[in-house]
Nanobody
């Protein structure tokens, strides 16, 4: 069983930056693709970014391409999401996710963290 714990959320003004981190435990981290989903108030959860187990491939939602960057450090069992040029519409609870492949992570991740709130003020 993989446990995921997010950190780094908070309140930021539009145009600002935040960096989310996720610490994984309970499994072989390097075997899993990792990613991030988000859920805004009144909306369904949506895929944000994903990265393969080797960090060789990444995928992003169109809404965040060019602004967000996902990375991982297998030796530290961590995955991060650098968010730049934040917009009010990025306001959501952000969830760290893990799965057996990048395709799984982008669609139906097996493991979910508890989430961290990101609020972008206008």
């Amino acid at each position: 069983q993989v446990q995921l714990v997010e950190s780094g959320g908070g309140l930021v003004q539009a145009g600002g930056s935040l960096r989310l981190s996720c610490a994984a435990s309970g499994g072989t981290f390097s075997r899993y693709a990792m990613g991030w989903f988000r859920q805004a108030p009144g909306k369904e959860r949506e895929f944000v970014a994903g990265i393969s187990w080797s960090a060789g491939t990444a995928d992003y939602a169109d809404s965040v391409k060019g602004r967000f960057t996902i990375s991982r450090v297998n030796g530290k069992n961590t995955v991060s999401l650098q968010m730049n040029s934040l917009k009010p519409e990025d306001t959501a609870v952000y969830y760290c996710v893990a799965g057996s492949s990048l395709l799984v992570v982008t669609t139906t991740p097996r493991y979910w963290g508890q989430g961290t709130q990101v609020t972008v003020s206008s």
